[in-house]
């Protein structure tokens, strides 16, 4: 049985991602900040698959040795999801505090790298990194500064380990707009009802994970509609 480490899964697209990987017998490790939502989230997923959970700060370097010793040798996929968004509301980047940037990279860009860094040697011919960003990463929203950048180094540092790496799979994914709670955090008291669950980018995510797409940037509205007209 193959291993998963899926960062942030204890709710949002993490754990729509792993209830789908755990129907299908993948063996996961699952972390998240909140100790209690992480344990309903592991006994759920318990009555499906084998499944350790280990709550922590991903930005935490006892926390991701953790992780990465709990997969074990069998580890073929990791997923960096976790993320912070930062200030909410978020401010523009002429009044963004400094100190918060630091923490916003260091969750969004540094901690999976450094996971990264742990599983390497793990990883067999054809494992797969999943990286998840945002459009933010791309384009110039305003007030997206602090988040924005950050995913974009993110993307970056998953460019050049393709190109490192070319025996495994690196991939960035954009998930598109999604009813969660870091979204919520952006547009605080706005309604965003009519953002779709985070289950309807799981297929796409499931694409990559299990197809022979080559490394690279995807959006999950893509590879969906792909997935459709198969």
Same mark, same amino acid.
């Given at each position: ?5 899926? %960062?942030?899964?204890?709710? /949002? ?9 755990? $129907? ?23 009555? @499906? ?6 709550? $922590? ?5 006892? =926390? ?22 930062? *200030?909410?509301? !978020? ?5 963004? *505090? @400094? ?12 901690? *999976?790298? &450094?996971?990264? !860094? ?5 990883? #067999? ?30 993307? !970056? ?7 490192? =790496?070319?025996? @495994? ?7 598109? +707009?999604?009813? %969660?709670?870091? =979204? !919520?955090? &952006?547009?605080?008291?706005? +309604?965003?009802?009519?953002?779709? #669950? ?15 797409? #080559?490394? /690279?940037?995807?959006?999950?509205? +893509?590879?969906? &509609? ?5």
């Amino acid at each position: 049985m193959s291993s998963a480490i899926i %960062t942030g899964a204890s709710r /949002g697209l993490g754990l729509a991602l792993a209830r789908a990987l755990a $129907g299908r017998g993948r063996r996961l490790v699952i972390d998240a900040r909140g100790a209690d939502a992480l344990e309903t989230a592991r006994a759920e997923l318990a009555d @499906l698959t084998e499944v350790v959970a280990v709550s $922590g700060d991903v930005a935490d370097p006892d =926390h991701r040795r953790e992780l990465v010793v709990a997969a074990g040798p069998d580890l073929e996929l990791l997923v960096n999801n976790a993320s912070v968004l930062g *200030p909410s509301p !978020q401010p523009r980047l002429a009044d963004y *505090p @400094l100190d918060v940037l630091e923490q916003v990279y260091a969750v969004n860009a540094l901690a *999976p790298l &450094a996971l990264v !860094q742990l599983v390497l040697p793990l990883l #067999p011919a054809g494992g797969r990194i999943v990286n998840i960003t945002s459009d933010a990463a791309v384009e110039g929203y305003e007030g997206w500064g602090g988040y924005g950048s950050s995913k974009a180094a993110l993307e !970056q540092l998953g460019n050049v380990l393709a190109a490192e =790496h070319p025996e @495994l799979r690196v991939y960035t994914v954009d998930p598109g +707009d999604m009813r %969660t709670q870091l =979204h !919520q955090e &952006a547009f605080p008291g706005e +309604d965003i009802s009519d953002r779709p #669950p985070p289950e309807e980018s799981v297929p796409g995510l499931l694409a990559l994970i299990e197809g022979e797409l #080559p490394s /690279g940037r995807y959006r999950v509205a +893509d590879l969906v &509609a792909l997935e459709t007209k198969r």
